[in-house]
Structure formats: structure tokens, C-alpha cells
């Protein structure tokens, strides 16, 4: 077969609209970070964007952020429960707990098993609670009265990063 050479490339910079190679195939791999410059071309001069191929870029992504509110309280945020964590692996809730505090849930509670120890610092926005687990290091069914109530405050709910595969977990 023949040999095909392309330049990989970090930053392409293009005229006007983007071009089909760019978008298909090898070409976003290879043209890097894409940037399309407006060099004043009459609309009626570039081609026809009926053809299926759609695009979304950053200046569509912009007008569709709204103006965020910076005075509300914190509980019209919502409320993001984080349940999971076992002895074995202690810190893989925090991760989903932190995430979610920095995406602008208002509030975030993390229930980790009674027994499971942290080895990590957590953001002190971040509210822990820890659930029975009749010593095991697991959440199991002893946390399913606890995490029952806390459940009713929660408007979206992480179940599970962290929870292994020990059986007993599986009883949640």
C-alpha cells in the first residue's frame, strides 16, 4: 500500500467556516486545537451548511450560559448526596464529593460506613456523616435506616464509587 504523510499538529488555525477534513475522520486528531478566524467573508460566498455536517463550538457553548446568580442561598443549589467508600477504598467518594461542589451544587453530603478510614483532607464545604456498618468498613444494609433519611433531603443522589465487591455491599 502507499504511505500517507500528515503533520500533527497542536493549533490549526482556519479561514471563515471549518472545513469537513478538519472535522471527519484523522483530521481532529491531527489538527489539534481548532480555531476559525472571521476574515470578513460575505456569508453569500461561503458554502452551503445543508449538507448534515454539524458543528459546536465555543461561541456556541457561550450563548447558552446563562448569567449565574450570585445570591442565592445555598440550599436553592441543590442538595448532591454522595453514598459509598469502604475500608478498601477509602477516598473514591471524596473524589465524586469534591466534583460535585465544584460544579455549584449548593449543598454536598458525603456518607461514608462508620469503620472506613480517610486518609485525605476533605474542602470544608464538603458535610460528612458517617453510616453504621456493624464494623465491617462496608456500606451495607446496617446504613439503610441512616441513608433512608438523609435520602429525603437529596435532590440528586451519587450511589456507589468506592463500594468494591465485597458481598455484603451488594445488600444496598
Known amino acids: 500500500g502507499s504511505a500517507t504523510l500528515c503533520l500533527e499538529a497542536d493549533l490549526t488555525l482556519t479561514f471563515a467556516v471549518p472545513k469537513r477534513g478538519l472535522l471527519l475522520g484523522e483530521g481532529p486528531r491531527c489538527c489539534g486545537r481548532l480555531l476559525v478566524a472571521d476574515i470578513g ?21 457561550l450563548a447558552l450560559l446563562k448569567r449565574e446568580d450570585f445570591t442565592p442561598y445555598k440550599s436553592r443549589r441543590g442538595h448532591v448526596g454522595v453514598i459509598g467508600g469502604s475500608r478498601l477504598y477509602p477516598h473514591a467518594p471524596a473524589l465524586s464529593a469534591e466534583a460535585a461542589l465544584r460544579t455549584g451544587a449548593g449543598l454536598v ?18 458535610m460528612v456523616r458517617r453510616v453504621a456498618d456493624g464494623g465491617s468498613g462496608f456500606c451495607n444494609a446496617f446504613a439503610l435506616p441512616q441513608l433512608t433519611e438523609m435520602g429525603r433531603n437529596f435532590q440528586a443522589l451519587v450511589c456507589g464509587p468506592g463500594w468494591g465487591q465485597a458481598e455484603e455491599s451488594l445488600v444496598v
Open 41 to 61: 467573508i460575505p456569508a453569500t460566498y461561503l458554502p452551503d451548511s445543508s449538507d448534515g455536517l454539524q458543528t459546536f463550538s465555543a461561541a456556541d457553548a
Open 109 to 126: 453530603t458525603l456518607a461514608l460506613p462508620q469503620s472506613c478510614e480517610l486518609f485525605c483532607s476533605l474542602p470544608k464545604a464538603l
